[in-house]
């Protein structure tokens, strides 16, 4: 019954737009603008300043020929490789461990454990490196231990940076661990399966992906740490450290600008790896599955609860470190208990206030870089048309993941310093901190947003169309209050990282907007060690309540709408 | 003219073709209903309707305004989905009153209103509730009254009952037919569950790979199949493969049977042969009845209401179905291997 005889090519035929569509649409652009602005063209200035020299004349690729040509530049790319390398292979196997123990045994303590494995998130990754070096360091309490042998240098920052990363490697492997499929061992069960067949042939297959994505995340963040190496690394150099060198100390903008993009190049290869292995993972996963529940097993059971104990112990003894130290008058002729590194280190030195600029810059990033970050993943997921746009915002939505914090910071000076750009304003601000942070964590909020609404109804926005309401007032009315806990999530996201964050910063910081966490760089590197612990302690003890804040917010909210949750 | 005209509706997903050149109308007060099986383009057709996609050509006109090109905002339906899409934060009045707040409609014409649709869809004691405190079925019905609550003119549900289960679904069904009734509102509605779209439709749409196949009443759709595909998605049916003797008698394998030929079978040209199981009949059939042969059981299947026979018939290599009351069951007592006198009337037997 085709009656109709076919036209040879149809024609294209679009929908006349509703005006307020078009707002969807110019927010779409702005976003689009936005992104373009603070995260491509800062990158785009690094390329240019690599092929630049210091007049700004091309000179082809000089720079990186130069770089290669300075052995003690070059061994860097060395030192940061294989501390990374080192680094991953301690730290999965313990993470793996720790996950599986969450996940597959009926220990104790679970939650016990798990949060105090997770407190290093809370600090910034100097204070794992503070602490070694009162344990270990030339005045520290063990150092005996050692032998003779130095904390400081690779040592420190290994150890160090397998404390900073733990969490992050263990809340993928606990996630990829948690989500497999209780059917499977019932299958391998019924057919006798022993088990350690069990474990090399259903639970280490189904964590793949997770082992693969933790290894990328712990080798990429060991890689672009600065402040570990800075304050525990001594002499030993690692390419975070010699941008920070090249650009602050020598002024010399194109090595700092060469060395940045040889960072930027591991990382995009992680980084693209990391996003093949998330495609994969989703196909994985989208089956139904039954959750594994863990069967008592004595022996089994007291060596999962004895090592994640020991776990916890080492990690409250290295955070206990830090604060103790922090108390301590005189550290290592006078242990008496006092506030001096708080009162005169911080308060008197006039410090403080970049305690409470980290705490302004949290406020500032929680709510913009929330209320941003949800609005566009909003636009992206719920509104129509554009379409050629949406793909080129999903990709700068991404992109900041595989950036590490020092090549975004470098790019942020070399785009702003620039009188000639209209931005230049910026520059030395709180602003300019608030837009630098909230691009570098972008990826983790904008993947947490993009969760939540997909898993809201895809036809809201077309039931609101068909009752003639606009859509911003569905997105007020309905998405945000359904979606409200994740953009807590996100908002508690971006405070914690704004108040522990160094990379990115350490370049952007002016006199009057310096940061608690720069601080601690700045206090060490004065030598005033004591002074250096009292902020770290403040930064970790004020995540921890924002931490609590939220943690009480969710639970009033979901008292007040557990009404239509059901 | 109809209140709904579809010309020529084209739609291209890169290189599939999900819908060839759809042309139909809709009439004032009457529920039509798209049928065929996934991926036959009625859900497309229906988002192109709503204005949720595009069509790449053609027009569609509604109350002889051209809504070809009109965003959403400016058309005139509501619409019904399979997920409810209720918005789960709203209670069951605010959900009903949404689109009413928009149009500045004073408070208490609102709650009037709102009021009414419950009583409408049956649920006056639910205002207060939140839709998860609802059944399904109970959720549907919401979707309903918030679809119908601006007084749009039309309705347009997108297997409205797909996400229920079996008994809920059979309920609703009169339900929703009563009040499109009531309410006298054209509506179309997808689906592909043809038990569902013969009990609810004034007509139905019946649609294979982006075409429509057939469009008529129910009764018309099932007796009267215009193509194999329509007579096979529309209840179970008997297909057989036949040549044209002429005097509208036709010939498979070695059987000979008199039916309706249609007449623009040529004699000798290769012709299907269609009858419904229950077309067949048993009781008071003799060697002179037209149409009998002995048929050889082979199977009995028990399916409550009737029993389902399948036999073969000398010189037809196929099986062949025939649906058995329970009264002829009790009487004929067919086992697998007994032979069974069978006849299908001539009028029944229907060609392609």
Redo the contacts between chains.
């Keep these: 019954m085709s009656a109709l005889p076919r036209t040879v090519a149809p024609l294209p035929l679009f929908l006349k737009v509703h005006w307020s569509d078009r707002i969807a649409h110019a927010g779409l652009v702005l976003a689009a603008l936005v992104l373009f602005v603070f995260l491509v063209l800062p990158l785009g200035a690094i390329l240019v300043k690599s092929v630049q020299d210091k007049a700004g004349d091309f000179v082809g690729l000089a720079n990186f020929t130069g770089y290669f040509r300075t052995p003690a530049l070059a061994r860097s790319i060395w030192n940061s490789v294989w501390v990374s390398t080192l680094v991953t292979a301690i730290t999965i196997p313990l993470a793996f461990t720790f996950a599986y123990a969450l996940t597959r045994s009926c220990m104790r303590f679970k939650a016990l454990v798990r949060n105090v494995a997770l407190v290093p998130i809370l600090a910034p990754s100097l204070l794992a490196a503070i602490s070694f070096i009162f344990w270990f360091g030339n005045q520290g309490l063990l150092k005996g231990v050692l032998m003779g042998a130095q904390i400081y240098g690779a040592p420190g920052i290994v150890i160090s940076l397998v404390f900073a990363t733990f969490p992050h490697a263990l809340m993928i492997l606990a996630t990829a661990l948690s989500l497999t499929d209780a059917r499977l061992y019932e299958a391998a069960d019924a057919l006798g399966t022993g088990t350690l067949r069990k474990f090399w042939t259903i639970t280490v297959p189904g964590a793949k992906y997770g082992l693969i994505s933790a290894a990328m995340v712990v080798f990429t963040y060991a890689l672009s740490d600065f402040g570990i190496p800075k304050v525990i690394g001594g002499n030993f150099n690692m390419l975070a450290t010699d941008i920070f060198k090249l650009v602050i100390g020598q002024q010399d903008f194109s090595k700092g600008a060469v060395v940045g993009i040889i960072l930027l190049l591991p990382v995009a290869v992680t980084f693209i790896a990391d996003s093949w292995v998330q495609k994969r993972q989703s196909a994985l996963l989208s089956a139904r599955s039954v959750p594994y529940v863990p069967r008592p097993s004595r022996g089994f059971d007291w060596a999962m609860t004895a090592y994640c104990l020991l776990v916890a112990a080492i990690f409250l003894a290295v955070l206990g470190m830090a604060v103790y130290a922090s108390f301590v008058k005189l550290w290592p002729y006078n242990f008496s208990m006092s506030l001096d590194h708080y009162r005169t280190g911080l308060v008197e030195a006039g410090v403080f206030d970049a305690y409470l600029n980290s705490v302004s810059l949290g406020a500032w990033c929680a709510v913009v870089g929330a209320a941003f970050i949800f609005a566009v993943a909003y636009l992206l997921e719920k509104t129509r048309s554009l379409d050629g746009l949406r793909p080129v915002v999903r990709l700068m939505a991404v992109l900041p993941m595989g950036v590490p914090g020092m090549v975004l910071g470098l790019g942020y000076i070399f785009f702003f310093v620039r009188e000639d750009n209209p931005l230049h304003f910026l520059y030395g601000t709180m602003g300019i901190l608030v837009v630098n942070t909230i691009v570098h964590y972008y990826t983790s909020s904008h993947l947490t947003a993009v969760t939540a609404l997909k898993q809201i109804d895809n036809e809201f926005e077309s039931v609101s169309a068909s009752l003639k309401v606009p859509f911003w007032r569905t997105f007020f009315r309905v998405t945000v209050p359904v979606c409200l806990p994740s953009v807590l999530d996100i908002s508690r996201y971006l405070f914690v990282n704004a108040m522990t964050t160094v990379s990115a910063v350490v370049f952007l910081y002016s006199p009057k907007t310096t940061l608690a966490s720069v601080a601690i760089v700045n206090l060490d590197e004065a030598g005033d060690i004591g002074a250096a612990a009292a902020m770290a302690t403040l930064i970790v003890a004020t995540s921890a309540a924002v931490c609590l804040v939220y943690y009480f917010l969710q639970v009033w909210l979901d008292r007040r709408t557990q009404a239509w949750r059901g | 003219m109809d209140f709904l005209e579809l010309t020529?509706i084209?739609k291209?997903f890169g290189d599939f073709q999900a819908l060839?050149?759809v042309?139909l109308g809709v009439r004032q007060g009457e529920l039509i209903c798209f049928l065929g099986p996934s991926g036959c383009g009625k859900t497309t057709l229906l988002r192109i309707i709503?204005?949720?996609e595009?069509?790449?050509?053609g027009t569609i006109i509604q109350a002889g305004r051209d809504i070809?090109?009109?965003?959403?905002?400016?058309?005139d339906?509501?619409?019904v989905?399979q997920?409810?899409?209720l918005?789960?934060?709203?209670s069951v009045a605010d959900n009903i009153a949404?689109?009413l707040?928009?149009?500045r409609m004073p408070r208490p014409a609102r709650a009037a209103r709102v009021k009414e649709l419950l009583e409408l869809v049956g649920l006056p004691d639910s205002a207060g509730k939140?839709?998860?405190?609802l059944s399904g079925g109970q959720q549907q019905r919401i979707a309903i009254a918030?679809?119908l609550?601006?007084s749009?003119g039309l309705l347009l549900l997108d297997e409205p009952l797909s996400a229920l289960d079996a008994r809920v679904r059979v309920r609703l069904r009169g339900e929703i037919r009563g009040l499109q009734q009531r309410v006298g509102i054209p509506t179309i509605l997808v689906t592909h569950d043809q038990e569902e779209a013969r009990s609810m439709a004034d007509r139905l749409v019946v649609m294979k790979d982006g075409?429509?196949?057939?469009?008529g009443s129910p009764h018309e759709i099932y007796a009267r199949p215009?193509t194999p595909f329509v007579a096979d998605f529309v209840g179970k049916t008997n297909l057989l493969p036949a040549t044209p003797l002429g005097d509208n008698r036709v010939q498979v394998g070695e059987q000979r049977f008199q039916c309706t030929v249609n007449s623009a079978a040529v004699k000798g040209a290769a012709l299907r042969l269609f009858f419904r199981p229950e077309d067949v009949m048993v009781r008071g059939v003799n060697g002179s009845t037209p149409n009998s042969a002995a048929a050889v059981v082979e199977k009995v299947e028990y399916l409550g209401p009737y029993s389902r026979i399948t036999f073969r018939l000398n010189g037809i290599d196929q099986p062949l179905v025939a649906d058995l009351s329970l009264n002829d069951m009790a009487e004929f007592q067919p086992k697998a291997g007994d032979t069974l006198r069978v006849a299908v009337p001539p009028e029944r037997l229907l060609t392609f």
Excluded: H, W
Aim: aromatic share 12%; net charge positive.
């Design positions: 020529g084209r291209e060839k050149g042309s709503a204005g949720l595009v069509q790449s050509a070809s090109r009109l965003p959403p905002m400016k058309r339906y509501g619409i989905f997920s409810y899409a918005f789960p934060n709203l949404y689109g707040v928009n149009r939140y839709p998860s405190q918030r679809a609550a601006t749009p075409e429509i196949e057939q469009i215009s």
